[in-house]
């Protein structure tokens, strides 16, 4: 039999997802990929996994999934509440998030919520046994490519394992759970400023935008105050000749509110663009929920390139600072070790 | 000529060559879309990830964690500056298409009535257009193709149909293009051609590259069904849709 998780219930929007398919936007195939970078990244350390390995990414509500293998380290990352049932009449037993877990034949895992945002991540050691599209296993759903079968999981999906069983090893923990920032969301200017009038562009930077219920993997249609396009929407002030969409590029079409287009954004548009969403602060952007608010603030190419190395420092340390996570139950073996017998006169560290 | 760069953020950024839809432009848009791949591909342009050509203009992806937008730039201008040719080669490929069926061409006989010809003027009109795939996007595979017969001119429906059946052929203002999926549309449907522009079989899912010459072949409703036939069951040999 083959080894998998079975989604026994299943979330609100779980899909598949890698750091994208990369390569193909010339062909009209939107690169779709994890909405919070960070959040996979970490998961997969914490799993012992390249850093490019598809997990499941759980969009407000996760699943609940049986295993059907004889073993499986799972990582979980996000503000998440899991729990874990044990195949008994046990009532659940609460897990902690941003650790890993070895399951065993017969458990189910309850994902459950996540508390404040929408995005989270779940990644099992060794990887999905399903095949790449296009080199990548990201889920884009509105063509139905990538990932389980191109969609959201759904109840009675067997998400096959590379791993029959786990391998022996620690338990592992972040450190601290990760600081994103706060403040306002940094974006560059363009590619379309120029469309928007001098008091349209003060509008965008200094006003409030609240989050919309339309928002998706493909982008974040805010509500607030309309921003003033530099040539009337009547005389096309709304529309130029379509251009390339990066991520983060933030569109505002005629009704004046802006939109954040995100992981499965189309790859060509012809509404103008006022500014584009530094990469530092598009997993925030991707953990947003409907009803967050945020105000934009200006920076140069430049200094959003210097904060995306500096986020990856961070990210580094982060994952640097992963450590042997205290079991739930029983001895601490490892602990153990650790702490009574590397002092002790039995281990000699002089070298022969 | 000169180019615009456009800020797309810190992770991408545009190259513009103009403000208008020609071939002259959309011709050295694929050429920097060539050129760029064959210096990455040549290792002499590390970090860019991916381009996008569009009519006018060509979006330039990087990784900010291996390059920066301060030395890609210069190279990028050095490669416009070296020379781009403006008439590339091109692959020619030649889209068999029913325009019979009443079902498959709802628009035919409005289209004709509209621009003032006879149906089969239509037809031909369209047969004769010398179409060159622009840009691909909106739904993968989605093709923009520009090269229509001036008498076809139109504006887009002001009613869009909900459901537009897949591989449906459509004609709107200086453009004709082919629906990859069912979708919603609001061009003017005049025919239906057997090939799926996106099928996640093969392992070339779409079949159109931005830069393709096109023609269509009038095929009758017995043709299409023979060819639908073999599109379905992965069996078609989509080679011979190229041109020699």
Same mark, same amino acid.
């Given at each position: 039999?083959?080894?998998?998780?079975?989604?026994?219930?299943?979330?609100?929007?779980?899909?598949?997802?890698?750091?994208?398919?990369?390569?193909?936007?010339?062909?009209?195939?939107?690169?779709?990929?994890?909405?919070?970078?960070?959040?996979?990244?970490?998961?997969?350390?914490?799993?012992?996994?390249?850093?490019? /390995?598809?997990?499941?990414?759980?969009?407000?509500?996760?699943?609940?999934?049986?295993?059907? +293998?004889?073993?499986?380290?799972?990582?979980?990352?996000?503000?998440?509440?899991?729990?874990?049932?044990?195949?008994?009449?046990?009532?659940?037993?609460?897990?902690?998030?941003?650790?890993?877990?070895?399951?065993?034949?017969?458990?189910?895992?309850?994902?459950?919520?996540?508390?404040?945002?929408?995005?989270?991540?779940?990644?099992? +050691?060794?990887?999905?046994?399903?095949?790449?599209?296009?080199?990548?296993?990201?889920?884009?759903?509105?063509?139905?490519?990538?990932?389980?079968?191109?969609?959201?999981?759904?109840?009675?999906?067997?998400?096959?394992?590379?791993?029959?069983?786990?391998?022996?090893?620690?338990?592992?923990?972040?450190?601290?759970?990760?600081?994103?920032?706060?403040?306002?969301?940094?974006?560059?200017?363009?590619?379309?400023?120029?469309?928007?009038?001098?008091?349209?562009?003060? /509008?965008?930077?200094?006003?409030?935008?609240?989050?919309?219920?339309?928002?998706?993997?493909?982008?974040? @249609?805010?509500?607030?105050?309309?921003?003033?396009?530099?040539?009337?929407?009547?005389?096309?002030?709304?529309?130029?000749?379509?251009?390339?969409?990066?991520?983060?590029?933030?569109?505002?079409?005629?009704?004046?509110?802006?939109?954040?287009? !995100?992981?499965?954004?189309?790859?060509?548009?012809?509404?103008?663009?006022?500014?584009?969403?530094?990469?530092?602060?598009?997993?925030?952007?991707?953990?947003?929920?409907?009803?967050?608010? =945020?105000?934009?603030?200006?920076? /140069?190419?430049?200094?959003?390139?210097?904060?995306?190395?500096?986020?990856?420092?961070?990210?580094?340390?982060?994952?640097?600072?992963?450590?042997?996570?205290?079991?739930?139950?029983?001895?601490?073996?490892?602990?153990?070790?650790?702490?009574?017998?590397? #002092?002790?006169?039995?281990?000699?560290?002089?070298?022969? | 000529?000169?180019?615009?760069?456009?800020?797309?953020?810190?992770?991408?950024?545009? =190259?513009?060559?103009?403000?208008?839809?020609?071939?002259?432009?959309?011709? @050295?848009?694929?050429?920097?879309?060539?050129?760029?791949?064959?210096?990455?591909?040549?290792?002499?342009?590390?970090?860019?990830?991916?381009?996008?050509? /569009?009519?006018?203009?060509?979006?330039?992806?990087?990784?900010?964690?291996?390059?920066?937008?301060?030395?890609?730039?210069?190279?990028?201008?050095?490669?416009?500056?070296?020379?781009?040719?403006?008439?590339?080669?091109?692959?020619?490929?030649?889209?068999?298409?029913?325009?019979?069926?009443?079902?498959?061409?709802?628009? !035919?006989?409005?289209?004709?009535?509209?621009?003032?010809?006879?149906?089969?003027?239509?037809? +031909?009109?369209?047969?004769?257009?010398?179409?060159?795939?622009?840009?691909?996007?909106?739904?993968?595979?989605?093709?923009?193709?520009?090269?229509?017969?001036?008498?076809?001119?139109?504006?887009?429906?002001?009613?869009?149909?909900?459901?537009?059946?897949?591989?449906?052929?459509?004609?709107?203002?200086?453009?004709?293009?082919?629906?990859?999926?069912?979708?919603?549309?609001?061009?003017?449907?005049?025919?239906?051609?057997?090939?799926?522009?996106?099928?996640?079989?093969?392992?070339?899912?779409?079949?159109?590259?931005?830069?393709?010459?096109?023609?269509?072949?009038?095929? #009758?409703?017995?043709?299409?069904?023979?060819?639908?036939?073999?599109?379905?069951?992965?069996?078609?040999?989509?080679?011979?849709?190229?041109?020699?």
């Amino acid at each position: 039999m083959t080894a998998a998780l079975k989604v026994l219930r299943p979330g609100l929007f779980d899909t598949i997802q890698d750091m994208g398919r990369i390569g193909y936007m010339a062909l009209g195939i939107p690169t779709a990929g994890a909405m919070d970078r960070i959040g996979l990244r970490l998961a997969n350390a914490l799993a012992g996994n390249p850093p490019d /390995t598809a997990g499941l990414e759980i969009g407000v509500m996760g699943p609940e999934l049986l295993v059907e +293998a004889d073993s499986v380290r799972v990582a979980l990352v996000g503000r998440l509440s899991p729990s874990l049932i044990g195949g008994d009449d046990a009532p659940p037993k609460p897990l902690e998030s941003d650790r890993t877990y070895l399951l065993k034949r017969g458990q189910i895992l309850r994902v459950g919520m996540i508390d404040g945002a929408s995005t989270a991540y779940l990644c099992v +050691a060794g990887g999905l046994a399903l095949p790449p599209f296009m080199g990548s296993l990201s889920t884009y759903s509105r063509a139905g490519i990538g990932g389980f079968e191109g969609r959201r999981l759904a109840a009675s999906d067997s998400l096959p394992l590379a791993q029959a069983s786990a391998a022996p090893g620690n338990e592992r923990k972040l450190g601290a759970a990760f600081d994103y920032g706060r403040g306002p969301i940094r974006v560059v200017w363009g590619p379309q400023d120029d469309c928007f009038s001098d008091d349209g562009k003060r /509008t965008f930077v200094t006003a409030e935008y609240r989050v919309s219920k339309e928002a998706d993997r493909m982008g974040i @249609r805010f509500e607030g105050p309309v921003i003033a396009h530099a040539t009337s929407v009547a005389k096309g002030g709304a529309d130029i000749i379509s251009d390339g969409i990066a991520p983060g590029a933030i569109q505002v079409p005629g009704a004046g509110l802006p939109i954040v287009l !995100l992981a499965d954004r189309q790859t060509v548009g012809g509404y103008p663009k006022i500014a584009t969403v530094a990469s530092v602060d598009l997993p925030r952007l991707g953990r947003l929920l409907p009803g967050h608010s =945020v105000q934009f603030q200006p920076v /140069t190419v430049e200094e959003a390139e210097k904060l995306r190395r500096e986020q990856e420092a961070q990210l580094r340390r982060a994952i640097a600072s992963v450590t042997t996570a205290r079991p739930t139950g029983g001895i601490d073996l490892v602990r153990l070790y650790e702490e009574n017998l590397i #002092d002790g006169v039995i281990y000699d560290p002089t070298p022969i | 000529m000169s180019v615009r760069y456009l800020s797309c953020g810190d992770t991408a950024f545009t =190259v513009e060559f103009g403000n208008e839809i020609s071939p002259e432009i959309n011709g @050295r848009v694929m050429a920097l879309h060539v050129a760029i791949a064959q210096a990455a591909a040549a290792g002499t342009l590390e970090g860019v990830t991916e381009t996008v050509p /569009t009519m006018r203009s060509l979006m330039v992806t990087y990784d900010p964690l291996a390059t920066s937008r301060a030395e890609l730039q210069p190279r990028i201008d050095a490669l416009i500056a070296r020379g781009l040719p403006t008439d590339m080669a091109s692959r020619r490929v030649v889209i068999p298409c029913c325009y019979d069926d009443p079902e498959f061409a709802p628009d !035919l006989t409005e289209v004709a009535e509209r621009t003032k010809r006879t149906v089969d003027q239509v037809i +031909a009109a369209h047969l004769a257009s010398p179409f060159k795939v622009y840009v691909l996007g909106f739904m993968p595979g989605l093709a923009y193709v520009a090269g229509l017969d001036r008498t076809l001119y139109l504006p887009r429906r002001t009613q869009p149909r909900v459901r537009v059946p897949r591989s449906s052929v459509a004609i709107a203002m200086d453009m004709t293009t082919i629906y990859p999926f069912e979708s919603p549309g609001g061009w003017h449907l005049i025919g239906r051609t057997p090939l799926w522009m996106f099928d996640k079989r093969r392992e070339q899912p779409v079949f159109l590259a931005p830069g393709d010459s096109l023609e269509f072949q009038r095929i #009758d409703r017995k043709a299409f069904d023979r060819i639908a036939r073999q599109v379905e069951a992965g069996a078609f040999d989509w080679s011979t849709l190229v041109a020699p």
